[in-house]
Every structure is written in structure tokens, then in C-alpha cells.
């Protein structure tokens, strides 16, 4: 199901289900991030939610909560994803300890500094998004044990209907490397 017309990223907020059909498989991605054989399979069978709200800390810093959810309503570990490129360590049962950083960034305003950005699963983080409403993404650079992913989430055109996008790259110590990305429905408000 396609967003809302008046959903954006800069407020993004709601229910979100992986798009198995409009999605490239994960299978790589978690095994370039040390997953095991079995582990992997279950993964890609599973069917994988994300619930996701914006809120602001103390500090005036926006963030973003993600709550993943795999089939049979098993929650995974809240991902809170502080908004300002702060250093963040978590734990997460699959992945372990990761530490990451987010933000926000327009794509209007991607500098020669972000050109890693501009690499993405076709060919040109310019191409594909749908910015009509905003052009506002976020973006993450998370480092676990053995491999580095960058992230960037946004809006994109299927079929002549937006969705929720994310877009990764992830090379490990060998210097694997995939692109891919995951194509969510929008299931609902929260």
C-alpha cells in the first residue's frame, strides 16, 4: 500500500510492512554482516514490520524510534536514532553492538562531501526518490563487528504509487559489498 499523499520523511510516522515483491532479497546483506546459513533463511521467509515515530529529546535533538517487529509479532530492539550525527551505541540480539550515526539531509543540499551518498542501489542517489512533496532523507552510517552499512531512507515512485524506501549499502573486512533496497507498505497510522 502506497503512503499517504500528504505523508514526508521530514514527519515520517507510522506503520510499515517489507514489500517482498517490490524488494531486493536480503540474503546478501546478512551475509555480508556474518548471518548464518539457517539464520538467514528464516530471516527471508519471515515477514518483517517496522513501527516508526518521530520525537524530539531534552535536548531539542530530533529522533527517530523504529521498532521492528518479525513475524508472529516477535519485537526486536528499539532502534532511537538521534537526528544531529551524534555517535550512538546499541545491541541488537541478531547484530550485536553497532554504533551509528543519522540525520537529516535534503537532497537539494547534497555537498561534494556527501558523494557516497550519491552511489546508491541505482546508480545516483538523485534518481528515484520521489521529492514532490520534500526532499528530505535520512541517512545513516552504522559500523558492527566486521562490516560498515550506509543508509538512506526516502520516498520512491513504484508503479505510479510512493513508498517508503530504504536504500543500503554494506561491505565487510573482506571487501564484500552489495547494494540493495527494501520497499515497504504502509500499513497504518500509530
Known amino acids: 500500500m502506497a503512503v499517504p499523499s500528504d505523508f514526508s520523511i521530514s514527519k515520517i510516522n507510522g506503520k510499515f510492512a517489507v514489500n517482498k515483491a517490490l524488494s531486493d532479497t536480503m540474503d546478501t546483506m546478512f551475509r555480508i554482516q556474518g548471518f548464518g546459513w539457517v539464520t538467514r533463511k528464516a530471516l527471508g521467509l519471515a515477514s518483517i514490520t517496522a513501527h516508526i515515530t518521530p520525537s524530539v529529546q531534552d535536548n531539542g535533538v530530533e529522533r527517530i524510534e523504529v521498532v521492528p517487529y518479525i513475524s508472529g509479532g516477535f519485537k526486536w530492539s528499539l532502534d532511537v536514532r538521534p537526528?544531529?550525527?551524534s555517535e550512538q551505541q546499541v545491541s541488537?540480539?541478531?547484530l550485536g553492538t553497532m554504533v551509528y550515526k543519522s540525520r537529516k539531509i535534503k537532497l537539494s543540499e547534497v555537498t561534494k562531501d556527501d558523494e557516497y551518498l550519491k552511489e546508491g542501489h541505482s546508480g545516483s542517489l538523485k534518481e528515484?526518490?520521489?521529492t514532490?512533496?520534500?526532499d528530505t532523507l535520512i541517512n545513516s552510517h552504522v559500523v558492527g563487528k566486521g562490516w560498515v552499512q550506509d543508509e538512506t531512507w526516502g520516498l520512491m515512485d513504484f508503479n505510479?504509487?510512493?513508498h517508503f524506501t530504504m536504500r543500503y549499502r554494506v561491505i565487510n573486512d573482506a571487501k564484500e559489498e552489495t547494494d540493495l533496497k527494501i520497499v515497504y507498505d504502509y500499513t497504518g497510522a500509530l
Open 160 to 162: 505510479g504509487k510512493k
Open 132 to 134: 514532490s512533496a520534500d
Open 92 to 94: 541488537n540480539p541478531i
Open 128 to 130: 528515484g526518490w520521489d
Open 83 to 85: 537526528l544531529d550525527l
